[in-house]
């Protein structure tokens, strides 16, 4: 059974001062689901910073709730589009799993519901009547906490509306419920890949998340033609570490799917004592890419507040310009010019 509340987590396992001074908090609270999966995973304390709340939540002044004002650009009741060719689409506030460091605190867990059939139209229609939208994320909450037969319904509203539209389907439910992905799932998500592809987009945060079970999850979509990307988030005391991190890339490419972003946390309030410096940050972009191939390597990504969207962080190599010649500091710490074409005699 899953654990839902304080109390049968203190039963569960012994918390610290910090965790059992945890309460709700209006409408900052993330409610406790904490599948008996991960459940069993509480030991390690990766998962279990991931997973169990704490006092901090509570006392953190720093964070806004809804850091980026998605509610102002929200079209839709659901639809956000913050970018001019992209756009999510909330389709449930529910997960499988509630992550301490959730980033859309404002909207997850609110029991608000999962999206009716009128709003899936209404935002089919926003969509196919702005042409500039070439994506779509399907996000909450978890779109996988929906039954097999409204994710079909979903899919097939919105493929026969907008069929020229990629979908990225993202989903923390592979590590945190793998069990969900059965045939019939499968079975919803074929009948409509027609048009343009589907991409799944998944969060893993830590090696030990990636399981035989997840990756198998993984590999019904992959088998479907279905490309997968990973977003992690940047968490102190998660994964802080290169070592951490670069077994975690390592292990998503073997299971074929893409290291997409590393984030940096957002100014989501409750969230303070979960973040990162952004100079150390940058300092694991730097390591990491040292160890790393292109392929494994992560884009170190930063939500900008106030609806500024998301920009890339990353060690500059570039470090001057002399005369005509842009000035390179190498991994090695070696210099390197690069005389430029315009400036060529
Ligand atoms: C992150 C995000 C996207 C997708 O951005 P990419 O950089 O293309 O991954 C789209 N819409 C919203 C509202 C987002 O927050
Ligand atoms: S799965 Fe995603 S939306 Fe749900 S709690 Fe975790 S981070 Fe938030």
């Not at 709003?119 to 906490?145: C, P, Q, S």
């Not at 020229?164 to 499968?186: K, Q, Y």
């Amino acid at each position: 059974m899953a654990i839902t509340n304080i109390e049968q987590l203190n039963g569960y396992i012994e918390l610290s001062e910090d965790e059992k001074a945890w309460r709700e908090d209006g409408e900052n609270t993330l409610p406790i689901l904490i599948p008996e999966r991960i459940a069993a995973m509480l030991s390690n304390p990766a998962i279990r910073r991931q997973f169990v709340p704490s006092a901090k939540e509570n006392e953190d002044t720093v964070g806004t709730l809804d850091p980026q004002e998605e509610r102002e650009n929200s079209h839709t009741e659901r639809l956000v589009h913050r970018y001019r060719n992209r756009a999510a689409f909330l389709v449930t506030d529910r997960c499988f799993a509630y992550c301490r460091h959730c980033f859309r605190r404002r909207f997850t867990g609110k029991m608000i519901g999962e999206a009716s059939e009128g709003e899936i139209r209404e935002a089919a229609a926003y969509i196919k009547e702005h042409r500039e939208i070439r994506e779509v994320l399907l996000t909450g909450g978890d779109m996988f906490t929906l039954s097999d037969s409204h994710i079909r319904r979903m899919l097939s509203i919105f493929k026969s509306e907008c069929p020229s539209v990629i979908f990225r389907l993202c989903t923390r439910a592979v590590a945190v419920c793998p069990e969900r992905f059965t045939a019939g799932l499968f079975a919803a998500i074929k009948e409509n890949q027609k048009g343009a592809p589907f991409y799944l987009m998944t969060q893993f945060n830590h090696p030990d998340e990636l399981t035989d079970d997840a990756a198998k999850a993984v590999s019904g979509f992959l088998d479907l033609g279905i490309p997968a990307f990973n977003q992690t988030v940047l968490l102190s005391g998660v994964n802080d570490d290169e070592k951490t991190l670069i077994e975690l890339s390592e292990k998503l490419l073997l299971n074929r799917i893409k290291p997409y972003y590393l984030f940096q946390g957002d100014l989501v309030k409750g969230t303070r004592h979960l973040r990162v410096p952004i100079e150390r940050g940058l300092e694991i972009e730097k390591n990491i890419r040292a160890e790393l191939s292109g392929l494994g390597m992560p884009q170190y990504t930063i939500d900008l507040p106030e609806g500024g969207g998301k920009v890339i962080l990353t060690h500059s190599y570039l470090i001057g310009k002399e005369g005509g010649s842009y000035v390179f500091e190498t991994p090695e710490g070696k210099i390197r010019h690069y005389p430029d074409v315009s400036t060529r005699g």
